[in-house]
Each structure stands twice: as C-alpha cells, then as structure tokens.
C-alpha cells in the first residue's frame, strides 16, 4: 500500500465495454496501469484499442463496469456525482485533439473557466484578481500575452491548444490528461506544443498521461503504454525513456 | 460563475431566442393594457354606480312603502350607531314618460324618483350630474332662468358638446310659449277663415282644432278614470290636497297658468331619455329645460290606479351610465309623495319606499348591512349595499376580466413553448460546450442552472419590454387613439356609445406585478426541461459531439 502515496493514478482490472444493439463491444478488458508522480507516460495502441476511453474513466468523464481507478488516493468508484466533479476540476487537467474551447469565451476567459466552475460568485468576486494574474501568467508562457481577448475562432491550431494547455494548467492539478494533442496540428507546431508539454513535465514536475499513435509523439516519453485488445501490452518495455 | 457569464453570453449571441420572448413581451404588453383599460372602465362604473346609489339602500318590499320615514331613520341610526354620516329618504315607481317632439308623441318607460332636494345631494354625488351649475351646488327643482353647461362637465374636454343647452331655461321656455301663441292664432285665424268660407262643414272641423295637449289630457284622464281637473273654489283646502293629488301640483288650475311665466313641478330626467349622441359627438336633445313633458304613474292605492301629471324639465341627469341615464326621473319627494296618496290623511304621515344610508369613510358597508338585517325584519325590509345591488353587473365585469386574463395568459404560455423549442435547439448546439464544462467538473446543477438562469434573463428581459410597452401604451391610451383615428380616419373609440370621452386606464400595480411574476414564471419553466436535458448529458457523449 506504500505505493499508492508515490502513485498520482492507479488503475486495476479496468473494464468497459459499449453495448450498441444486441453487440457488446468489450473496449478494455482489465487495464492495468499506474502513474507516479511527476511520469510523462505516453499511451499508443491501434484506432480503436481504446485510448480515449481509458483517458476519460482516468479523468472522471466516465464511469467503468468493473476495476479501480484511484486519483491522487482516492478510489473513485461509487463516488456521489458532486465529488467526482469536485474531483475532476481539482485534480485533473486535460487537453483534447480538438482544443475543445468555449467559443463564446475570449482565450483569458477560456482559461480562467475551470476555476469559475469551482468558485461561486461572491467567492469568485474576491480569487478573481489573482486567478486572472494566474491565467496570464500562463498565456504568457505559452507566447499568447498579446492574443488575450481573442477568441477561439480568432486563433489557430496551435495557440488554441496553447490556449487549452494553460486551461488544464491554471487549477494547478495532479496530473494532465492529453489525448492526441497534436492529433489536428503540422509537424513544427505539433513539435512546439509537445515541446511545451516536456518543459512542463522537467520543470515543474507535472505528471503526465500523453495519449497518442504518433510514434515519434510517443518517443518523447518517459515511458510508452501501448493498448492491444483491451489490455496493456507489456512487450513494450520502458526503456524508451529519454535522458533527463 | 460561469453560469453568469455563460447566460450573458448566450444571451449576447443568440438573438433567436430574442425573437422567442417578443411574444412574452407582447402578451405582457396586451395584459397590462387590457388590464388597465378594464380596470379603468371598471373604477369608473364602480365610482359612477356608487355615485348614483347610496352606500346601503334600505327599502320596502311593496310599492306603497312603509309609513314615517323619520322613526325609520331615528331606528337605523340606533342600529348602525357612528357609522351613519347622512339619510334620505326617496319614493322610486315605475312610470311612463310623454313628450312631445314636433307634434309626435314620444313615450318613455323610466323610473320615477322621488328625492328630498335638501338632503339627497348628502347620500351620492348626485349633484355632480346635473348640468346646471347652481344645481350641482345644491339642487332646485325651480327652472333656472339659462347658463346651462354646453360643455360636458364631467369630461376634461373643452369643446362645447351641447350648444342646444345654451338657450335652455325660462328663455326658452318663453320663446317656445311665444312661438305657440302665434302658431295658435294662426289656426284660430285659419279655422276661422274656413268656418266663414264653409258655414255647413264648421261641426266637423271644431274637432281637430283642438291643441294636442288638451287631446292627451281627455285619453289620460280617460283611461285612469279620473275625472278632469276642474276648479272646486269652495271646498276645504287642505281636505282637497289630500283628496285629488293634482290639486298641489297644478295650483292655479281653472285659473288657467300663464306657462311663460310659471312652471309645472320640476324634474330632473336622465340625460338619456331625452337626447342622442350623433356621430360627431354633439349631442342633440329632444326637449330642452324649460320644455312640459308628461309623466303617468300608479298610485299607492289598493289597487294602484295609474295617474298623470305634467311637469317641467329644469336640468338633466347624467350619470354617464346609461342604464340609469335612459332610465330615472327625478321628481320632488313631498310632491310624488301627494301625487301618489302616500300621505295618511288622519296623522299626515308621509310613506316612503327606500331610505338612502350614506356611511362614514371606511366603515365596513357588509357589517352595517348586517346589523340593519337583524333589527328589520326581512319580509318587510330589504337592506342592500350598492355592491348588492350591481352585483349582477360587478360579477360579470369580473368574469369577463378572468376570462380575458386566462386567454391572453395562454399567448405567453404558448411563447413558452417557443422558449422550449428553441431552448432544446440551443442545447443540441450547445452540447459540445456542455461536455466541454463538464470536464472542467461543472456539476449537473450548474449545467442546468446556465439555462434556467438564462430562461430567467429572457424572461425579465421579455417581460421587462413588455411593462414598458404595456405602461406606455395604457398611459397614453387616449394620444394613441387619437393618432390611430387620425391614420385610418375610422372612430377606434365612439363617445356615442361609451358616453365617456376618453378611455379610461388604471394601472394597478398589483396587477403588474402579478403579470411580471407569471410571465418570468413561464419562461423559466418553460427553460426547465431543457434545462434538465442538458445536465443528463454524458460528458463523452457530448465531447464526441460535433
Ligand atoms: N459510446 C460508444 N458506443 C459504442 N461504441 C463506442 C462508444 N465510444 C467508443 N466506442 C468504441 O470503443 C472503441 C474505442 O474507442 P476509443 O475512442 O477509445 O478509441 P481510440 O483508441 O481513442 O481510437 P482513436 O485512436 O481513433 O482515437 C472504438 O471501437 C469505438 O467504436
Ligand atoms: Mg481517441
């Protein structure tokens, strides 16, 4: 049980299958995995194996049949919805293919979001000064400072994704969800954001799950996942670890 | 938070679901106008019917009344106590109304009421009615000389509606009789020439001569069976009063009245008897004060024998509701009371049928009506408030406002619909952005309340535009009328018919209030289902979504 403290996320036996029609589809047949904290883990697998669905039950989107999913020492199942969301806004960021960014909102406000959600309006009144300052901060370092009030459709791929990074960022959160980030860029600007995501991982020690099927993606990694039939394949082993 | 600033951004972006709530903002609008505009014609009847009859109305089952008004009256203010403030007492029959309009007979069923001019003005506004001022200070049934209002007083118009009351009063009473003299003598002068030219036939012709008036006067006397009037000089004076009630009324009967410098007893009928409205607003007048009109009514007798009487026209009652001004004479109580025999010829007691109770401010009119129930007994009594008496008419007024209400509160219910519908399509938009919140751990509670709270915005907003709408239009009703009868040239508000000369509007916040809250309401509940659509959404599903 020792390693549970060292561990961000733990995942055991986890199964989820889709019924459509009389057909089940078994996606995941008993993962298992773990993270500690402060890994930069890639997971790649076939179209299909069932990565984003993994990603989803780590990050609380969804709910599995069987298996354990502990975040951050909490076992998730049969959690009441109020604390899963509580969970999810205050331990996990994540960044999707498709940015996923309010079109309504300007980049500032897309990013100060996550923690309206978790503020009521008076409490809000009084944090908002210091989580715009931390919402800045952040677009700063991304190279997005002068882009602030822009809104999403104003931006291109690469600084939405920049934009959704800091988003998954700014409640300072356990680990970092990722699935294909670079899924919808080019190369360089696929190169910058994985870039960004590494200097994350080394400088302020962020734990990372980086799903992808981008090899050359996945290599960035401390360690590679790979998914096959529902399961980890184990006969790839961690030794793609790049040197620190 | 974000729900805040979600719905205000919603609210920004989406101008479809504006388009939605103009019809909130119109049945809001249409409400508030009808309401106000019924309230209006509603205030005003209560206050016209109040002003017409007293706060209780206290009569007799039967005709003939009950004798001693006055140990009545002393009996009611030991019941009621210190909530009596003033008491009349009046005769009201039935009776037919005769006038002559250039030479035709005109007949009219009314109401024949008998007032005390001293105390009734204390009971009800009736002297507000009339139209001439000094009678509106205190009531004579002496014709006045002229100075007839040509201006309706009781509206804020200026233009002079009644140029015909100008020269009413003993001027034209003169004229009139002047203008007869010379028609006669023109008939004497003719039915004389005749006679002359043709001797044999003069038999024949004496018939015809006669003035109509004499003619009505033989039929009435006919048909009631009295005898016609003829002098008596030696019989005891107050024996004869008593015996032939048209003795006090016509004094110089046999004597022969001189009509341009005496009157019959005067009444004051109900404007509506006697006059029209014409399309122009003028209105035209029948007979004019100053003018003899006829008035046959029954007796108090057992059985009531129908007697006639003429009388003269010294001012007109209107009371703007039409029910009352097509329909009461107002007589002098003492003389309808001789008229009638209502005078005990052994104690001289005088018998009235009802008692006017004027209350003080703010007494309860239910209690007090209670309190006179129980001390009267009910088979010969009837005590009734003003409220009783129209209750008939006040119910249906308020029926006819539910029922209006109901209908146009189903115009903003099917606005609700309109918010569901294009709620439901903004949701279906909207999905990806709620998987979005989602997983940045927005609970369902926050999802739904985002559009609850943005249903709650359209609402205020829709209803917000309708009060303002609503409270321009009902404020400058009467300015919109007239702009609108100015643009299509058509009467859209015929004074003829209402017998007001603007439309009467009152704003009951209350009401408003009421309006506001159900409209909000419906736009909120109407955003519920929706609502609660969005926050069963599955955050994958709708990530998925595009
Ligand atoms: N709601 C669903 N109903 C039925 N089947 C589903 C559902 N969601 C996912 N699946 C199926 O589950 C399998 C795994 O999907 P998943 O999105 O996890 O794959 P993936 O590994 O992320 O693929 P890709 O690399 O293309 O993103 C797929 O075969 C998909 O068709
Ligand atoms: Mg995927």
């Known amino acids: 049980m020792t390693e549970v403290a060292t561990d961000i996320l733990r ?13 089940r589809l078994e996606v995941l047949r008993g993962v298992d995995f773990d993270l500690a904290a402060g890994e930069f883990v890639s997971v790649v697998g076939q179209s299909g194996s069932g ?140 190169a910058g954001i994985l870039d960004t995501l590494c200097e994350l991982n080394r400088a302020d020690g962020l734990s990372i799950v980086l799903v992808t099927h981008d090899a050359a993606v996945a290599r960035r990694a401390d360690r590679i996942v790979r998914l096959a039939a529902g399961r980890v394949d184990e006969t790839c082993p961690a030794a793609e670890r790049k040197a620190g | 938070m974000y729900k805040l600033l ?74 009621a106590g210190g909530d009596i403030v003033g008491m009349t007492p009046t005769v009201a029959v039935p009776a037919m109304l005769n006038f002559q309009v250039r030479g035709q007979w005109v007949t009219r069923q009314i109401m024949f009421i008998g007032i005390d001019e001293a105390t009734h003005a204390q009971v009800s506004d009736f002297g507000r009615y009339l139209q001439h001022p000094g009678n509106r200070t205190q009531l004579s049934f002496d014709l006045r000389e002229g100075g007839y209002d040509t201006v309706d007083s009781q509206s804020e118009t200026t233009t ?79 024996a004869a009063t008593r015996a032939d009630p048209f003795r006090q009324a016509r004094p110089e009967e046999g004597t022969r009245m001189d009509p341009a410098k005496e009157q019959f007893t005067g009444i004051v009928p109900g404007i509506g008897l006697a006059s029209f409205r014409d399309s122009s607003g003028i209105d035209r007048f029948l007979v004019l004060p100053g003018d003899d009109v006829k008035v046959t009514f029954p007796t108090a007798g ?35 009371q001789r008229m009638r025999g209502m005078i005990d010829p052994q104690t001289g007691l005088a018998s009235v049928n009802s008692i006017q109770i004027k209350l003080r401010d703010g007494a309860d009119l239910d209690v007090v009506r209670d309190k006179l129930r129980k001390v009267f007994p009910a088979d010969l009594y009837a005590v009734a408030t003003w409220r009783d008496k129209q209750g008939p008419l006040l119910a249906a007024v308020d029926m006819e406002m539910s029922v209006l209400n109901i209908l146009l509160f189903l115009i903003i219910a099917v606005a609700g619909f309109g918010i569901l519908a294009i709620f439901f399509m903004i949701v279906v938009e909207k999905t990806r952005d709620i998987g979005i919140l989602k997983s940045l751990g927005a609970g369902a509670s926050g999802i739904a309340g985002i559009f609850l709270g943005y249903g709650l915005f359209l609402g205020l907003v829709g209803a917000g535009a309708g009060l303002a709408l609503g409270l321009a239009i009902a404020w400058n009703i009467n300015s919109i009328r007239v702009g609108v009868e100015w643009l299509t040239g058509q009467r859209v508000f015929d004074p003829s018919i209402y017998y007001f000369h603007r439309i009467p509007s009152i704003v009951d916040p209350f009401t408003v209030a009421w309006i506001i809250v159900g409209a909000v309401g419906i736009a909120v509940a109407s955003s519920v289902l929706p609502a609660l659509r969005a926050a069963g959404l599955h955050p994958v599903e709708a990530l998925r979504h595009d």
């Open chain 1, 11 to 23: 995942v055991r036996n986890l199964r989820k299958s889709y019924q459509s029609g009389d057909t």
């Open chain 1, 51 to 190: 990565k984003s669905t993994l990603l989803h039950l780590m990050g609380l989107l969804d709910a599995a049949d069987s298996g354990e999913v502990v975040l951050a020492g909490t076992r998730i199942a049969g959690l009441p919805a109020s604390r899963r969301d509580r969970l999810r806004n205050t331990c996990v960021g994540m960044v999707f293919q498709s940015y996923h960014l309010l079109p309504e909102l300007d980049a500032l406000e897309n990013v100060m979001a996550p923690l309206m959600v978790r503020h009521g309006i008076f409490e809000w009144l009084s944090v908002r000064s210091a989580v715009r300052a931390r919402a800045c901060e952040l677009l700063d370092r991304f190279g997005l400072g002068g882009r602030l009030h822009h809104r999403p459709r104003q931006l291109s791929g690469g600084e939405m994704q920049r934009v959704a990074i800091a988003r998954a960022l700014v409640t300072q959160p356990q680990v970092l969800l990722a699935d294909e980030p670079t899924g919808n860029l080019d190369e360089a600007t696929g």
């Open chain 2, 6 to 79: 979600l719905c205000w951004r919603y609210l920004r972006t989406r101008w479809i679901a504006l388009a939605s709530i103009i019809s909130v903002t119109l049945g809001v609008a249409t409400m508030i106008v009808v309401n106000s505009v019924m309230a209006g014609f509603s205030h005003e009847m209560q206050t016209r019917i109040h002003g017409i009859l007293s706060d209780l109305v206290f009569e007799s089952h039967s005709l003939s009344g009950f004798q001693d008004p006055q140990w009545h009256m002393d009996e009611i203010r030991r019941a």
């Open chain 2, 160 to 238: 002079p509606t009644r140029p015909a009351l100008e020269g009413a009063g003993w001027q034209h009473r003169r004229m009139r009789v002047e203008r007869e003299r010379v028609w006669r003598e023109k008939l004497e002068a003719d039915r004389r020439a005749s006679e002359a030219a043709l001797p044999v036939a003069a038999g024949g012709s004496a018939g015809p001569a006669r003035s109509i008036d004499q003619q009505v006067d033989a039929v009435l006397a006919a048909t009631t069976g009295d005898e016609p009037p003829v002098a008596s000089p030696a019989a005891d004076a107050a």
């Open chain 2, 302 to 336: 057992t059985p009531p024998k129908a007697v006639s009487d003429s009388f003269t026209i010294v001012d007109y009652y209107e009371s703007k509701m039409s029910e009352y001004d097509s329909n009461f004479v107002f007589v002098p109580l003492a003389t309808l």
